[in-house]
């Protein structure tokens, strides 16, 4: 079973910007869709960032032009750049990966907290 491990949340002011990344234990390569979505108090999971593994990417309207998702398929890395941050994007941030089983693994979440 792959482990997903995220980091780089933390607190940001509003307009600003952090990168989250999302470290495999395994070959990412193997994963047909890899993503991130988030979880705010409250409300349900959302996807914010998606990429195949030919690397086409897609963004809910709510982000695109900010978020931009990445894969660096040698250090088994995914990333999430978020730029122009905003309070109600303050949330859990979680990684996961789809097989070609379809079976999704998930990350254990990383906080992300935007101060207006």
């Known amino acids: 079973q792959v482990q997903l491990v995220e980091s780089g949340g933390g607190l940001v002011q509003a307009g600003g910007s952090l990168r989250l990344s999302c470290a495999a234990s395994?070959?990412?390569?193997?994963?047909?869709?890899m993503g991130w979505a988030r979880q705010a108090p409250g409300k349900q999971r959302e996807s914010v960032a998606v990429?195949?593994?030919?690397?086409?990417?897609n963004y809910p309207d709510a982000v695109k032009g900010r978020f931009t998702i990445s894969r660096d398929n040698v250090q088994n890395t995914v990333y999430l750049q978020m730029n122009n941050l905003k309070p109600e994007e303050t949330a859990v941030y979680y990684c996961?990966?789809?097989?070609?089983?379809?079976?999704?693994?998930w990350g254990q979440g990383t906080l992300v907290t935007v101060s207006s």
């Open positions: 990429i195949t593994v030919d690397g086409s990417t």
């Open positions: 395994r070959r990412i390569s193997s994963f047909i869709v």
């Open positions: 996961n990966a789809v097989s070609a089983f379809s079976t999704t693994v």
